[in-house]
Structures are given as C-alpha cells and as structure tokens.
C-alpha cells in the first residue's frame, strides 16, 4: 500500500524502451485509480513508464514478454490506450483482430437455441432500458413466440415509464409484453430499508419471485433472460482472482440462492457501448438504443435512506422536471445519464417571507462510454437555474438544489 493514491486523470511518461508503448507519446494523459505503489522490481524487471508523481506506472521483463501497468488503459481518459491494448494484443500476444460484433449476435443466437432447446418457454424481465431490450430482440429472433417479456413495476419507476414501455417496446418493436403491478410488495419489502447493499439484495429476489410467479402461468416456462452486463458482474462478483465488491447489482450479487428459473444472459460479457450497437444492428429504434441508462432497483438507490410511495413519488417528479428541462435545452442527447437524487437531509429556506424547513434533491448528469468510468457534465448555469426554480416551485417538501461534480472514480455514477 502507498502512501499516497493516484486517483483520476495523470501524465504518462514513457521511457520509450518498451513493446508495449510503442508509438505512445512521450507524455501522455492516462486514468489512475489505486492506492498502492512498486517498491522493488521483481528480478529482471524494468521500469517502462512513470506518473508525473514519478511513481511507477508500468514494468516489463522483455525476455519473457511480461508486463505490469499502474492505470486503466481501457477507458477513453486514457488518451492513448487503445494503441497500448493493441500494441499487447497483436503485436505482443499476436493475436489476430477476427473478432466482429455481427458474428456476436449470429453466436449469441445459436447460444440462446442451444441452451433453451426447442420447446423451452423462456420469461424475460424488460426493464425498458436499452440492455433487456437488446436481450429481448435477441431472444425473439432466436425462439420467437416462444419470449414471454414481463414488465414489472416496482413502484420506483420513472415517470410515465409504464405506458412508454408498452408504447414503444410492444407497439413499435412488436414484442409481446406483459405488464405487473408489483408496487405494493416491492415498497413493502424495503419498508424501513437504509442500507443500499440491503435495498439491492431485497429488490433482486423479489424480482425473482415475481417472474417465478409469472412462470407459473405459463407451461414449459423454466428460463429467465435478463439484460445483464460486464460492468454488472465486475462490481458486483470477484471474476477473476480477488477483488473487491463495489456494489451488488440487483441482478448478478443481488440474486436469491435459490431460484426456480435457469438465467440466460446473452449479454453478460459486453459493455454498454457494445449492447447499443449491437441494438442498433438489431434495428431497434435509435430513441431505444439512445436513453440514458435506468438502474433495475429504480429510484430505490436514488432515495438516500428509507424509501417510501411518498419519497418515491417527489424524486419522480423531480427526475421528470429534470429530465424534461434538458430537451427543452437541446441537452438530453448530449448526456450519458442524467437523474435526480434524494437526500436524507432537510435545509432551512425562506419561501414567502416565512422558514422553510425541506429537503434537498441533488442533480447528477454524467458522460461515459462504457459505464465503467464517467466524467461530470459542465451543465450551463441557465439550465441549472430553470431546473431548480421549476423543481422547488413545483414540489412541496423542497427547497434547495444542489449538482453533483464528482467523476467516477472516485464516485460511483449512482449515488448507491
């Protein structure tokens, strides 16, 4: 462990004497997030590249073609990182670049008719986000009439959500979808619930247990495909050798021991920006494959604290607020995510000569390719100051709005 951690964007010096950084400059902009430091170098080991810290960014051994790096080469503020994967990839590992998403969704298909067989009925749980719905148009394409899309709300859903699902998903997509009303077991459930591990856990099962009573109904149904991606599974399960669980995905870590459905999740190994291709390549409609990305647990881990209808109900009001002033501003499809917080704390204001006493909604708007690192979006203080005059002005029970610009790393994009 270092004394000191580097977190968020750092200069690469590169001593110019490795394979691996061939052709990278030699200074360059590159993603640290650790708090450990090399000491020593490891017997024939030596140093490829430097922090502007002067800290030890990379080593290798070049007799045996082994290397170490101290940063994310695979996320875009690392300015030259896909010269540095490919300099391992192909010219150090000589790998051959064979690889082609169209051949993915041909694979995924014949995956998809192989685990399922014939006559297997399988449920899928659309959120309505652009992830269960790349799954759902990769299942209908594999076992047709066979999907049985379910479409539960939990009651912590954006506002609207239900109609536009079944507007654009079903009418325009033409997936057959059947739509629950799960509200009063989920809020119940999470009764009096803080921790966001808990939340997490809790709002997995119980999704669980809603499409296990949907299967029920219909005969030879013993599937479930979810929307699951990498970034799901790296935070939430060790993959690969020790790590550390960053938060538990209400549908990897967040799964009951038990389960009565088999999971297909064709998806689990791509990131974000792959699953929008592939929508696209999919022909789902680009204001599908478009939106900002929606958490499974909802508004449950944008409500800081105990959730409750009525908690849940003033966040989704002002999320609508939020989301409605940035296409008003040309804004929206600039963003990545873009969402309202709830704050467990209450601030003194002055509404109408009198004390004010109410709480806080925070703003959280983000760009990221991948999902795995963000950076905070510059929002123009004209739209900042509309969102928060409409947002404390519309909704009784807040009177402050404040606007989060916090990267990920350190922070999270969800605030839980």
Same mark, same amino acid.
């Given at each position: 462990?270092?004394?000191? &951690?580097?977190?968020?964007?750092?200069?690469?010096?590169?001593?110019?004497?490795?394979?691996?950084?061939?052709?990278?400059?030699?200074?360059?902009?590159?993603?640290?997030?650790?708090?450990?430091?090399?000491?020593?170098?490891?017997?024939?080991?030596?140093?490829?590249?430097?922090?502007?810290?002067?800290?030890?960014?990379?080593?290798?051994?070049?007799?045996?073609?082994?290397?170490?790096?101290?940063?994310?080469?695979?996320?875009?503020?690392?300015?030259?990182?896909?010269?540095?994967?490919?300099?391992?990839?192909?010219?150090?590992?000589?790998?051959?670049?064979?690889?082609?998403? &169209?051949?993915?969704?041909?694979?995924?298909?014949?995956?998809?008719? %192989?685990?399922?067989?014939?006559?297997?009925?399988?449920?899928?749980?659309?959120?309505?986000?652009?992830?269960?719905?790349?799954?759902?148009?990769?299942?209908?394409?594999?076992?047709?009439?066979?999907?049985?899309?379910?479409?539960?709300?939990?009651?912590?859903?954006?506002?609207?959500?239900?109609?536009?699902?079944?507007?654009?998903?079903?009418?325009?997509? /033409?997936?057959?979808?059947?739509?629950?009303?799960?509200?009063?077991?989920?809020?119940?459930?999470?009764?009096? @619930?803080?921790?966001? #591990?808990?939340?997490?856990?809790?709002?997995?099962?119980?999704?669980?247990?809603?499409?296990?009573? #949907?299967?029920?109904?219909?005969?030879?149904?013993?599937?479930?495909?979810?929307?699951?991606?990498?970034?799901?599974?790296?935070?939430?399960? !060790?993959?690969?050798?020790?790590?550390?669980?960053?938060?538990?995905?209400?549908?990897?870590?967040?799964?009951?021991?038990?389960?009565?459905?088999?999971?297909?999740?064709? @998806?689990?190994?791509?990131?974000?920006? %792959?699953?929008?291709?592939?929508?696209?390549?999919?022909?789902?409609?680009?204001?599908?494959?478009?939106?900002?990305?929606?958490?499974?647990? /909802?508004?449950?881990?944008?409500?800081?604290?105990?959730?409750?209808?009525?908690?849940?109900?003033?966040?989704?009001?002002?999320?609508?607020?939020?989301?409605?002033?940035?296409?008003?501003?040309?804004?929206?499809?600039?963003?990545?995510?873009?969402?309202?917080?709830?704050?467990?704390?209450?601030?003194?204001?002055?509404? /109408?000569?009198?004390?004010?006493?109410?709480?806080?909604?925070?703003?959280?708007?983000?760009?990221?390719?991948?999902?795995?690192?963000?950076?905070?979006?510059?929002?123009?203080?004209?739209?900042?100051?509309?969102? !928060?005059?409409?947002?404390?002005?519309?909704?009784?029970?807040v009177n402050r709005v404040v606007y989060d610009v916090t990267s990920k790393p350190p922070a999270t994009i969800e605030w839980e």
């Amino acid at each position: 462990a270092g004394g000191q &951690g580097e977190y968020g964007r750092a200069e690469l010096q590169n001593s110019g004497n490795s394979a691996l950084l061939t052709e990278v400059s030699p200074v360059s902009q590159v993603w640290m997030s650790h708090g450990d430091s090399v000491a020593t170098l490891p017997t024939g080991f030596e140093v490829h590249a430097k922090s502007d810290d002067g800290i030890v960014a990379a080593i290798g051994h070049p007799e045996r073609q082994c290397f170490g790096i101290q940063f994310h080469p695979e996320v875009v503020h690392t300015t030259e990182g896909k010269k540095i994967l490919k300099n391992f990839v192909f010219g150090i590992c000589k790998a051959k670049n064979d690889w082609d998403l &169209g051949d993915f969704e041909a694979q995924a298909i014949a995956r998809i008719q %192989e685990q399922v067989g014939s006559d297997g009925q399988v449920i899928c749980g659309l959120s309505g986000g652009v992830d269960s719905a790349v799954v759902a148009a990769l299942l209908h394409k594999a076992v047709g009439e066979r999907l049985h899309c379910v479409f539960v709300d939990h009651g912590l859903l954006r506002s609207g959500e239900v109609n536009e699902v079944l507007r654009v998903l079903g009418e325009e997509v /033409g997936l057959r979808i059947h739509a629950v009303d799960a509200s009063d077991r989920f809020l119940g459930k999470l009764a009096g @619930v803080e921790d966001p #591990e808990k939340k997490r856990k809790i709002i997995g099962e119980e999704f669980i247990r809603v499409f296990e009573d #949907e299967a029920k109904k219909i005969p030879g149904a013993r599937f479930l495909a979810q929307g699951t991606l990498y970034p799901d599974v790296i935070e939430s399960v !060790s993959v690969a050798g020790p790590s550390v669980t960053i938060k538990s995905h209400h549908n990897v870590g967040g799964l009951p021991e038990h389960m009565d459905l088999e999971l297909v999740e064709p @998806v689990r190994e791509l990131f974000k920006d %792959e699953v929008r291709e592939l929508g696209l390549q999919l022909k789902l409609p680009k204001h599908v494959v478009g939106r900002h990305p929606f958490p499974g647990p /909802g508004l449950a881990i944008r409500i800081l604290g105990p959730v409750t209808r009525e908690s849940a109900d003033l966040l989704r009001e002002a999320d609508r607020i939020y989301l409605e002033e940035l296409r008003r501003a040309d804004l929206y499809d600039a963003i990545w995510q873009a969402f309202a917080v709830l704050l467990p704390v209450y601030s003194v204001g002055v509404m /109408g000569d009198q004390r004010s006493y109410a709480q806080v909604v925070g703003l959280r708007a983000v760009n990221s390719v991948d999902g795995m690192t963000a950076d905070w979006f510059p929002m123009p203080s004209e739209v900042l100051g509309k969102i !928060s005059n409409r947002i404390i002005n519309e909704l009784p029970g807040v009177n402050r709005v404040v606007y989060d610009v916090t990267s990920k790393p350190p922070a999270t994009i969800e605030w839980e």
